[in-house]
């Protein structure tokens, strides 16, 4: 499977691992994600989520935090938790339409997540831009 959803899944799994174990270094990072990824591109695309999401994780995990009632990142399952990271910083940081990146972070949640993932995650995400106004100015429709 060559594409930007088998890409992100890629990265859930490295920036799951690094939550969990503080201990991996971006070189074996950078090594599983060559290993997975054959398209040079799609490699590219996933290193650059990777190392984004962990450049700006403090900013990232502040916004979520201050958008989630009732729910501390620590009280989060480590899959939503890292969807959630991942969602928002294509929403906050990328040029995907929101309406994609939202799509992408549910469809991640609905296969690593549990039966609940999916409306969580759609929820915190939804948060970060209410009305979703965003997406009208990113993806150019106007519905």
Known sequence: MASRRHAREITLRMLFQCDLNKDVDL???QSMIDQ??????LR???WSLFTGVMESRAQLDDRIESISDNWTLGRMAAADR?????GAFELLSTDTPNRVAIDEAIELSKRYGTEQSPQFVNGILD???PGNESS???DGSTE
């Not at 997975?36 to 591109?41: A, H, L, Q, R, S």
């Not at 890292?82 to 991942?86: D, E, F, G, M, S």
């Open 44 to 46: 590219q695309f996933a």
């Open 127 to 129: 948060r970060l831009f």
């Open 136 to 138: 009208e100015a990113k």
């Open 36 to 41: 997975e990824i054959g398209n040079p591109d």
């Open 82 to 86: 890292n969807i959630i990271r991942l």
């Open 27 to 29: 070189s074996t990072v």
